[in-house]
């Protein structure tokens, strides 16, 4: 969503009108990146079926008109006597020409063939890309419904200015981290793209009608879509300690463990505009894989107006050569090569924060996997019956996790992730008070404000009285799925990361504590398995 242009101005002037036609404009965008993730949602879920039943032409003319996905599946709707055009037969045993042509269908026949060809594992989970598309919307249309009807997203000018500046400090502090001491020549190609994407992102600020931004508690979140950070309105009250905090977190998440398998790529606007997303070239049509990718960097580019971008296109393809046509014909650039995870620019402090004396943090481990895996087949095994080979399908998921280790999903970051920006949030934190002698409590508990209304937040929920069976059950699955999930107990990031930061803890007149992690300097990749010590490392 592009940024609010403020323009103070009482309600009805044209300064009010201004900023309400700059809402307006920022919430059809999110409503064009959802109808851009939409489509992508149901090629990528549609791709799922068996090739034979469903031509690429198909999945790829389907999912650019979710519109006649819903006619197709909704049989409750006696339209079946209308006429459709799109690629007939769909069937992936045609003759490719025959593929290509558009033609008039009855829909009748269109869900017949629906009925018996496509299963209904994937007709599900269509059904629920439609759903979820339809609850993003209806948050998008009260948004806008609100905004017409007066209310002023007006933002405290000084207020934003001082937002921005604290990112511009957050980078330069991560930028010294990553550096560790040494000249930028000196860095590994891996620790140059880690410089590159920092430097790169940009840092939004969407007004409270942002669909993310709804509630009072608010959001602050990375999006690798478009390698940004997005502050909501609610966190512009906080003290700047707090604040900085959340950006320098925020921003870590775009060099994590798990993003940053992931290559950077500029996406060249200019050639995306030449092409017809429905009409693409017969070259981006040589296999399903290359032509989602395809559809998805012009969809970026022409729907969402992105420019670059972190999204997992490694993942999307299982040949290199796919990627590589994109950049042949100029649509994509490299800015940041993806970074294997055994050379990891920040696994020193990553090994560090695994240890005990670290914090003890939780990696995905393979034995996670596997279990995983079992429970996943289990399920599969209950529905498919005896003809499924339950062990070569649990290989294959152990595999495709252990491409991207601590990846719990695509680019979605396990709690390792979560620990590594808390990591860089701490160092943030500690450059932004290096030097201050803070004097109050308020003052001191600023910088872990953030994380210490969270931990209230947790034991006010734990701690809760459970007086039914139905409390008790509902209660442990929560907590379960807390305990299993990628954020770190608020508590633990509080003690093991934010507070064992010397500057940190100086500032706030704390005696020495547990030594933190560190990043060593070391030219080319850096050491593995790195130390703990209050004077080591970098110096802010």
Known sequence: MPKVKIIKGKKGSPSANAIRDEVAEGLQLQQSQADWELRMDLMYTLSEENKYSLSRQAVLFLGNHPELVRQILDDKNDNGGSDVMLPWPMDGRADLTEQTKLTWVKLADVRDYFDRSVSNRVKTKVRNVLERYDEKSEVIYSAF??????????????????????????KATIENALLAGRREQELSTEERGQLTRIRKIEAKFPSRFDGECQGEV????????DNTINICPQFMNYPSS??????????????????SQFAFWEIDEKMASTFDINNPPEEAQKSEERLLIFSAVVGLS??????ETSLPFEMMSSSPEDLRYLQDIGLLRLK?????????????????????????FREVTKEDLERMAEEVTQYRAEILGKGYRAKRDQMRIVEAFSRYPQCTGPAKSSQMGEAISDWLGAEVLGAHLKGKKLKTN???????GVFAAALCEDRKIVSRPLATDMDVMSAAAADWASHRGQHPPSARRINEVILRHPDVRESMGCGPGDPNCVHHAKAGTTKEGGGIGR????KN
């Open 145 to 170: 419904k609100d905004q017409m009807a007066g209310s002023e997203p007006v933002v405290d000018e000084a207020k934003l200015s001082r937002a921005r500046n604290l990112v511009v400090e957050a």
């Open 218 to 225: 608010g959001n602050a979140y990375y999006s690798s879509i």
């Open 302 to 307: 022409q729907i969402s107006k992105v420019k």
């Open 535 to 538: 004077d080591q490392g970098v």
């Open 336 to 360: 940041a090569p993806g970074v294997p995870f055994t050379h990891y620019p920040l696994r020193d402090v990553y090994k560090c924060l695994t240890r005990p004396e670290g914090g003890g």
């Open 242 to 259: 707090s604040l900085i905090t959340v950006i320098g977190h925020e921003l870590g998440h775009a060099v994590d463990p798990c993003i």
């Open 442 to 448: 308020q003052e001191r508990l600023a910088g872990i």
